[in-house]
T-cell receptor
Framework: AQSVTQLDSQVPVFEEAPVELRCNYS??????LFWYVQYPNQGLQLLLK??????LVKGINGFEAEFNKSQTSFHLRKPSVHISDTAEYFC????????????FGTGTQLKVEL | EPEVTQTPSHQVTQMGQEVILRCVPI?????FYWYRQILGQKVEFLVS????????KSEIFDDQFSVERPDGSNFTLKIRSTKLEDSAMYFC????????????FGPGTRLTVL
């Protein structure tokens, strides 16, 4: 079975500051990794995903994430946040071989302040 | 861009009543999912559907739940006799092929059981 830990339930940050949202996972088999964003009263939207290759992946809205296999981490970063980035961010994994369901972390609420 | 749609956006029902939540997945996708998110908690997998049958289900998905793809476009989740603890946001998702493909989520149906 897989599990995902998002260590920070809330992250307040000032506009134009950098931010890192942490994600660690546990799995006995190889996984693909995803970050989804949920804006208030909306569904989940894919930010980025890691399947293979370069461990630094770039996504939409200026976000990027780095896969670190030895630390089983997939932290999300943005060098300069905007008020519109205020949302809930979910890290998720799925087994590479025949994987079907996404296993989500508990989410991190990013609050960008002026 | 194609999107997953869900109806209704909000459903209020009395305990013990049956509800049907409806979804229209992206048209060329092959895998269909239901997830739920109880308020303040993480997104949880309920069931996946492929080739006109359930391919995987979670412990949550007991005999009170059923899914159906009645035609070529709709995908439904039925709860036969709702309980208070079924109150949640229910998300439909679909994906094209393998585990690395993105699961696209609908905007959700908020189910409130009174």
């Amino acid at each position: 079975a897989q599990s995902v830990t998002q260590l920070d339930s809330q992250v307040p940050v000032f506009e134009e500051a950098p931010v890192e949202l942490r994600c660690n996972y546990s799995s006995s088999v190889s996984v693909y990794l995803f970050w989804y964003v949920q804006y208030p009263n909306q569904g989940l939207q894919l930010l980025l995903k890691y399947l293979s290759g370069s461990t630094l992946v770039k996504g939409i809205n200026g976000f990027e994430a780095e896969f670190n296999k030895s630390q089983t981490s997939f932290h999300l970063r943005k060098p300069s946040v905007h008020i519109s980035d205020t949302a809930e961010y979910f890290c998720a994994v799925i087994r590479t071989g025949g994987g079907n369901k996404l296993t989500f972390g508990t989410g991190t609420q990013l609050k960008v302040e002026l | 861009e194609p999107e997953v749609t869900q109806t209704p956006s909000h459903q209020v029902t009395q305990m013990g009543q049956e509800v049907i939540l409806r979804c229209v997945p992206i048209s060329n996708h092959l895998y269909f999912y239901w997830y739920r998110q109880i308020l303040g908690q993480k997104v949880e997998f309920l069931v996946s559907f492929y080739n006109n049958e359930i391919s995987e289900k979670s412990e949550i998905f007991d005999d009170q739940f059923s899914v159906e793809r009645p035609d070529g476009s709709n995908f439904t989740l039925k709860i036969r006799s709702t309980k208070l603890e079924d109150s949640a946001m229910y998300f439909c998702a679909s994906r094209s092929q393998g585990p690395g493909d993105t699961q696209y989520f609908g905007p959700g149906t908020r189910l409130t059981v009174l």
